[in-house]
């Protein structure tokens, strides 16, 4: 049987910032899936003009078989842009080229022309300035495919779920219920079984609150709502640690006891991965009906063109979209 060779979107995100270098710099390397850029040809060949480096595109045929491309090759999806592109100046008038890039790359993917979405960093505020609202890829995608999804970073070191995203500090607790847990929860267990291959999933789950509250003395939202999810969770088997004080979840002596850790909220959980992960993380959606991932960085427009830039985390995410790809296609 030959080798699978999975398809794998790529939405390059802000033009304006490091997400063409990115896929230039990708170009030159030897792939084992085949990308597919959703983006303006025209953008990709500035840049790599800029770069000092030759990209040669060809439109995507999807009536033929996936193969692996020559470096300095790359198989494209044309999204024209909407307005001319200066690296490192993010304009608003390229809001919707953005949004229409990672639309149709997202299409692809949900109509199975692609096994995998890589998505490449966006510029939320430019996003918004332009009168779109939009809170992030993860809802974004979400709405786009009908998924309940959560957001997961992974690192050499360790798989970081959250149980809520892009949400002001102080509106955290009222999403902290028996229900939000128990859907996360069991979509990160079901997860890590289907995408991952991970038998009998071992989750630590954080508390909300300092020393998880203090067994109430610090804040009641462990006693009267964490704690009661966890234990009908683990009446369905799944294995659950805590709920732990998150300046303590993190040890490397609580980390071996786990698969992956669900933090309560965005920057009580990425901040320790990030720390010993950054430049080699991916974000992965999980609970979408397609296999998305995505760098653990923003669009660094100060280094658009400049050829300082770390392409780690963009090679990690196409990497574990090809391995996450090929495990779908096993179950």
């Known amino acids: 049987m030959s080798e699978y060779i999975p398809r794998i979107a790529i939405s390059p995100g802000e033009p304006a910032g490091i997400g063409p270098d990115l896929c230039?710099?990708?170009a030159?390397?030897?792939?084992?899936?085949?990308?597919?850029?959703?983006?303006?040809?025209?953008?990709?060949e500035a840049r790599a003009q800029q770069l000092g480096l030759s990209v040669s595109l060809s439109r995507i045929d999807f009536s033929r078989p996936a193969t692996i491309p020559a470096p300095g090759q790359l198989s494209i999806e044309p999204v024209a842009l909407a307005h001319s592109v200066s690296a490192g100046s993010a304009s608003p008038a390229n809001a919707d080229y953005v949004l229409d890039a990672l639309s149709r790359a997202t299409t692809a993917c949900h109509s199975g022309s692609c096994?995998?979405?890589v998505t490449?960093?966006?510029h939320k505020g430019v996003i918004n300035q332009a009168g779109i609202e939009f809170s992030g890829h993860t809802e974004f995608?979400?709405?786009m495919t009908g998924g309940t999804p959560v957001m997961m970073l992974t690192s050499p070191s360790m798989r970081v779920a959250l149980l809520t995203t892009h949400l002001p500090l102080r509106a955290v607790p009222e999403q902290v219920t028996v229900e939000r847990l128990t859907s996360v929860l069991s979509i990160l267990h079901r997860d890590l079984i289907s995408c991952f291959k991970i038998a009998e999933p071992r989750i630590l789950v954080c508390g909300l609150n300092p020393h998880a509250g203090e067994g109430g003395h610090m804040g009641t939202e462990e006693v009267d709502i964490i704690e009661p999810a966890l234990m009908q969770l683990r009446q369905q088997g799944m294995t659950l640690i805590g709920p732990l004080p998150a300046d303590t979840a993190f040890t490397p002596r609580q980390l071996e006891q786990c698969d992956a850790v669900l933090a309560?909220?965005?920057?009580?959980?990425?901040p320790a991965l990030k720390q010993t992960g950054f430049g080699k993380a991916v974000n992965v959606t999980l609970g979408l009906p397609i296999i998305r991932t995505s760098v653990d960085h923003g669009t660094a427009l100060d280094l658009a063109a400049t050829g300082h830039i770390d392409t780690g985390s963009f090679e990690a995410a196409i990497e574990l979209a090809t391995r996450l790809a090929g495990n779908h296609r096993k179950s």
Do not use: K, N, R, W
């Not at 309560?264 to 990425?270: K, N, R, S, V």
């Open 24 to 26: 230039v710099l990708f």
């Open 28 to 44: 030159q390397t030897s792939a084992q899936c085949q990308p597919v850029l959703y983006c303006d040809p025209e953008l990709i």
């Open 115 to 117: 096994q995998a979405l």
């Open 120 to 122: 490449g960093p966006i």
């Open 141 to 143: 995608l979400a709405q």
């Open 264 to 270: 309560m909220y965005h920057d009580q959980g990425l």
